[in-house]
Protein backbone atom coordinates (compact mmCIF):
# COMPACT_ATOMS: atom_id res chain seq x y z
CA UNK A 1 0.00 0.00 0.00
CA UNK A 2 1.09 3.11 -0.90
CA UNK A 3 1.94 6.07 1.89
CA UNK A 4 -0.31 8.94 1.87
CA UNK A 5 3.57 11.05 2.90
CA UNK A 6 4.94 9.58 -0.20
CA UNK A 7 1.28 11.00 -2.38
CA UNK A 8 1.64 14.03 -0.68
CA UNK A 9 5.22 15.22 -1.45
CA UNK A 10 4.56 14.24 -4.94
CA UNK A 11 1.66 16.51 -5.12
CA UNK A 12 4.47 19.14 -3.31
CA UNK A 13 6.68 18.96 -5.49
CA UNK A 14 5.83 20.42 -9.40
CA UNK A 15 5.34 24.01 -7.26
CA UNK A 16 9.10 23.55 -6.07
CA UNK A 17 10.78 22.00 -9.43
CA UNK A 18 9.07 25.21 -11.43
CA UNK A 19 10.50 27.54 -8.94
CA UNK A 20 13.92 26.46 -9.42
CA UNK A 21 13.42 25.96 -13.37
CA UNK A 22 12.70 30.06 -12.88
CA UNK A 23 14.57 30.49 -10.86
CA UNK A 24 17.66 28.93 -13.40
CA UNK A 25 16.46 29.53 -16.83
CA UNK A 26 18.19 32.53 -17.72
CA UNK A 27 21.20 31.18 -16.87
CA UNK A 28 23.69 29.85 -19.37
CA UNK A 29 22.95 26.26 -20.72
CA UNK A 30 26.35 24.07 -21.07
CA UNK A 31 25.73 21.19 -23.53
CA UNK A 32 28.15 17.99 -23.67
CA UNK A 33 28.03 14.97 -25.32
CA UNK A 34 27.85 11.84 -23.02
CA UNK A 35 27.65 9.29 -26.23
CA UNK A 36 30.85 7.54 -26.54
CA UNK A 37 30.06 6.77 -30.02
CA UNK A 38 31.26 10.26 -31.53
CA UNK A 39 28.05 9.64 -34.39
CA UNK A 40 25.75 9.85 -32.15
CA UNK A 41 24.40 13.22 -29.83
CA UNK A 42 23.02 12.10 -26.49
CA UNK A 43 23.35 15.30 -24.75
CA UNK A 44 23.35 16.81 -21.12
CA UNK A 45 23.23 20.03 -19.78
CA UNK A 46 24.65 21.83 -16.51
CA UNK A 47 20.18 22.10 -15.88
CA UNK A 48 20.32 18.44 -16.25
CA UNK A 49 22.64 17.77 -13.41
CA UNK A 50 21.58 20.80 -11.26
CA UNK A 51 17.19 19.63 -11.71
CA UNK A 52 18.64 16.39 -10.11
CA UNK A 53 21.04 17.36 -7.52
CA UNK A 54 18.25 19.41 -6.27
CA UNK A 55 15.43 16.62 -6.76
CA UNK A 56 17.72 14.16 -4.58
CA UNK A 57 18.22 16.98 -2.32
CA UNK A 58 14.22 17.32 -1.26
CA UNK A 59 14.02 13.32 -1.58
CA UNK A 60 17.18 13.04 0.90
CA UNK A 61 15.70 15.28 3.08
CA UNK A 62 12.02 14.23 3.21
CA UNK A 63 12.54 10.25 2.90
CA UNK A 64 16.91 10.06 4.31
CA UNK A 65 16.76 5.57 4.22
CA UNK A 66 15.60 5.45 0.52
CA UNK A 67 17.61 4.90 -2.94
CA UNK A 68 17.57 7.20 -5.44
CA UNK A 69 18.27 6.09 -8.85
CA UNK A 70 18.88 9.00 -10.95
CA UNK A 71 20.32 9.56 -14.82
CA UNK A 72 23.26 11.74 -14.19
CA UNK A 73 24.78 10.61 -10.80
CA UNK A 74 25.68 7.50 -8.98
CA UNK A 75 23.01 5.38 -7.91
CA UNK A 76 22.50 5.59 -4.06
CA UNK A 77 21.21 2.00 -2.71
CA UNK A 78 19.82 1.54 0.20
CA UNK A 79 18.28 -1.48 2.25
CA UNK A 80 14.52 -0.47 2.73
CA UNK A 81 12.30 -1.23 0.04
CA UNK A 82 11.81 2.18 -1.35
CA UNK A 83 13.39 3.27 -3.86
CA UNK A 84 13.58 6.50 -6.43
CA UNK A 85 13.95 6.86 -10.35
CA UNK A 86 14.71 10.62 -11.29
CA UNK A 87 14.77 11.68 -15.08
CA UNK A 88 15.78 15.77 -14.50
CA UNK A 89 15.01 16.56 -17.62
CA UNK A 90 13.39 13.76 -20.22
CA UNK A 91 13.48 15.53 -23.26
CA UNK A 92 16.81 17.29 -23.41
CA UNK A 93 17.20 17.91 -26.79
CA UNK A 94 13.86 19.02 -26.74
CA UNK A 95 15.07 21.48 -23.82
CA UNK A 96 18.21 22.90 -25.87
CA UNK A 97 16.08 23.51 -28.90
CA UNK A 98 13.61 25.87 -26.69
CA UNK A 99 10.19 23.68 -27.08
CA UNK A 100 8.12 23.23 -24.41
CA UNK A 101 7.29 19.12 -24.17
CA UNK A 102 10.39 18.49 -21.92
CA UNK A 103 9.78 17.15 -18.21
CA UNK A 104 10.98 16.01 -14.80
CA UNK A 105 10.23 12.34 -14.01
CA UNK A 106 10.19 11.50 -10.81
CA UNK A 107 8.76 7.73 -9.52
CA UNK A 108 8.59 5.54 -6.49
CA UNK A 109 9.35 1.85 -6.45
CA UNK A 110 8.24 -0.35 -3.79
CA UNK A 111 9.68 -4.00 -4.01
CA UNK A 112 10.47 -3.40 -7.86
CA UNK A 113 7.20 -1.86 -8.19
CA UNK A 114 6.47 1.21 -10.17
CA UNK A 115 3.75 2.42 -7.70
CA UNK A 116 3.94 6.12 -7.54
CA UNK A 117 4.79 8.98 -10.73
CA UNK A 118 4.96 12.35 -11.28
CA UNK A 119 5.24 13.54 -14.92
CA UNK A 120 5.86 17.98 -14.45
CA UNK A 121 6.20 19.86 -17.14
CA UNK A 122 7.49 23.40 -15.97
CA UNK A 123 6.94 24.97 -19.24
CA UNK A 124 3.56 23.98 -19.86
CA UNK A 125 2.74 24.56 -16.12
CA UNK A 126 1.48 20.96 -16.70
CA UNK A 127 1.58 17.78 -14.96
CA UNK A 128 0.56 14.14 -14.22
CA UNK A 129 0.64 12.08 -11.01
CA UNK A 130 -1.09 8.91 -10.12
CA UNK A 131 -2.65 8.20 -6.66
CA UNK A 132 -3.39 3.87 -5.77
CA UNK A 133 -6.28 4.15 -8.05
CA UNK A 134 -6.41 6.99 -10.51
CA UNK A 135 -4.04 9.35 -12.42
CA UNK A 136 -4.66 13.07 -12.68
CA UNK A 137 -3.56 15.85 -14.68
CA UNK A 138 -3.20 19.31 -13.39
CA UNK A 139 -3.96 21.69 -16.26
CA UNK A 140 -5.32 25.27 -16.61
CA UNK A 141 -4.78 26.14 -12.68
CA UNK A 142 -7.18 22.77 -12.02
CA UNK A 143 -6.87 18.89 -11.46
CA UNK A 144 -8.73 16.92 -13.69
CA UNK A 145 -9.18 12.81 -13.15
CA UNK A 146 -7.93 11.14 -16.40
CA UNK A 147 -9.24 7.92 -17.59
CA UNK A 148 -9.86 6.55 -20.90
CA UNK A 149 -11.99 3.82 -22.49
CA UNK A 150 -10.13 2.13 -25.28
CA UNK A 151 -11.53 2.30 -28.69
CA UNK A 152 -12.11 -1.04 -30.60
CA UNK A 153 -11.67 -0.52 -34.36
CA UNK A 154 -7.60 -0.51 -35.36
CA UNK A 155 -8.66 1.60 -38.75
CA UNK A 156 -9.71 4.59 -36.43
CA UNK A 157 -6.86 4.05 -34.14
CA UNK A 158 -3.69 6.91 -33.52
CA UNK A 159 -0.67 5.50 -32.76
CA UNK A 160 2.94 8.03 -32.42
CA UNK A 161 6.23 6.59 -31.55
CA UNK A 162 9.74 6.24 -32.34
CA UNK A 163 12.42 3.63 -32.84
CA UNK A 164 15.38 5.01 -31.48
CA UNK A 165 18.58 2.79 -32.79
CA UNK A 166 16.39 0.03 -34.59
CA UNK A 167 17.75 -1.71 -37.40
CA UNK A 168 16.21 0.45 -40.84
CA UNK A 169 14.64 -2.88 -42.29
CA UNK A 170 13.02 -3.77 -38.68
CA UNK A 171 11.67 0.21 -38.32
CA UNK A 172 10.57 0.26 -42.18
CA UNK A 173 8.51 -3.12 -41.90
CA UNK A 174 7.06 -1.69 -38.80
CA UNK A 175 5.89 1.48 -39.98
CA UNK A 176 4.46 -0.33 -43.08
CA UNK A 177 2.40 -2.63 -41.12
CA UNK A 178 0.96 0.47 -38.87
CA UNK A 179 0.11 2.28 -42.20
CA UNK A 180 -2.31 5.32 -41.82
CA UNK A 181 -2.72 4.79 -38.00
CA UNK A 182 1.51 5.80 -37.28
CA UNK A 183 3.02 8.64 -37.35
CA UNK A 184 6.76 8.92 -36.47
CA UNK A 185 6.80 11.05 -33.86
CA UNK A 186 8.57 11.04 -30.72
CA UNK A 187 7.39 13.79 -27.90
CA UNK A 188 9.37 11.98 -24.91
CA UNK A 189 7.20 11.50 -21.71
CA UNK A 190 4.64 14.03 -23.56
CA UNK A 191 3.59 10.81 -25.93
CA UNK A 192 3.06 8.62 -22.79
CA UNK A 193 0.89 11.65 -21.29
CA UNK A 194 -0.94 11.82 -24.63
CA UNK A 195 -2.03 8.72 -24.37
CA UNK A 196 -3.07 8.90 -20.23
CA UNK A 197 -5.10 11.74 -21.68
CA UNK A 198 -6.71 9.62 -24.51
CA UNK A 199 -5.60 12.13 -27.17
CA UNK A 200 -3.80 9.21 -28.84
CA UNK A 201 -4.31 5.41 -28.25
CA UNK A 202 -0.67 4.02 -28.52
CA UNK A 203 2.96 5.09 -28.41
CA UNK A 204 6.03 2.48 -29.46
CA UNK A 205 9.24 3.62 -28.29
CA UNK A 206 12.65 1.77 -28.63
CA UNK A 207 15.50 1.72 -26.04
CA UNK A 208 14.66 3.47 -23.29
CA UNK A 209 16.45 3.25 -20.18
CA UNK A 210 14.36 2.66 -17.00
CA UNK A 211 14.33 6.34 -15.66
CA UNK A 212 12.84 7.10 -18.89
CA UNK A 213 9.59 4.96 -18.25
CA UNK A 214 9.83 3.58 -14.35
CA UNK A 215 7.95 7.42 -13.15
CA UNK A 216 5.52 6.81 -15.90
CA UNK A 217 4.23 3.31 -15.52
CA UNK A 218 1.89 4.01 -12.90
CA UNK A 219 0.34 7.23 -14.61
CA UNK A 220 -0.30 5.10 -17.85
CA UNK A 221 -1.79 1.97 -15.83
CA UNK A 222 -3.80 4.20 -13.26
CA UNK A 223 -5.30 6.17 -16.28
CA UNK A 224 -6.98 2.81 -17.83
CA UNK A 225 -3.97 1.86 -20.31
CA UNK A 226 -1.67 -0.93 -20.70
CA UNK A 227 2.10 -0.81 -20.94
CA UNK A 228 4.86 -4.04 -21.56
CA UNK A 229 7.79 -4.20 -23.51
CA UNK A 230 7.41 -5.26 -27.10
CA UNK A 231 7.48 -9.32 -25.85
CA UNK A 232 4.87 -8.63 -23.75
CA UNK A 233 7.11 -8.32 -20.55
CA UNK A 234 6.90 -6.30 -17.12
CA UNK A 235 7.69 -2.07 -18.29
CA UNK A 236 9.78 -2.34 -15.80
CA UNK A 237 12.04 -4.20 -17.83
CA UNK A 238 12.56 -1.16 -19.67
CA UNK A 239 14.22 -1.16 -23.68
CA UNK A 240 11.48 -1.21 -25.92
CA UNK A 241 8.11 -0.47 -24.71
CA UNK A 242 4.82 -0.54 -26.22
CA UNK A 243 1.50 1.37 -24.53
CA UNK A 244 -2.18 1.05 -25.97
CA UNK A 245 -6.15 2.46 -24.82
CA UNK A 246 -7.23 -1.49 -24.30
CA UNK A 247 -6.06 -5.26 -24.85
CA UNK A 248 -7.78 -6.51 -28.17
CA UNK A 249 -5.07 -3.16 -30.01
CA UNK A 250 -2.38 -4.14 -27.58
CA UNK A 251 -1.74 -7.95 -28.32
CA UNK A 252 -2.25 -6.60 -32.33
CA UNK A 253 0.82 -4.38 -31.83
CA UNK A 254 2.54 -6.91 -29.74
CA UNK A 255 1.90 -9.36 -32.86
CA UNK A 256 3.58 -7.00 -35.37
CA UNK A 257 6.15 -5.68 -33.13
CA UNK A 258 7.67 -9.32 -33.24
Known sequence: MMKTKYLNFIKKLPKKLNSFYLENSQKSIVIKNKSKNRVKFDPVTNLDKSFEKFIRNLI????????????????????????????????????????????????????????????NFPKLKKYYFNDEKKTYVF???????????????????????????????????????????FKLKSFDAMSFCMLAEGKVDAVIEANLKTFDILPLIPIIQNSGNIVTTWTNKSAENAGNVVASSNRILHDKLIKLLK
Open 60 to 119: TKKFPKDSIVGEEFKDKISSNKFKWTIDPIDGTKAFIEGASTWSNLIGLSIKKKSVLGLA
Open 139 to 181: KNKKIFIVNIKGKKKMKKFKIIGNFRTTSISKKDRIIRKLGKN
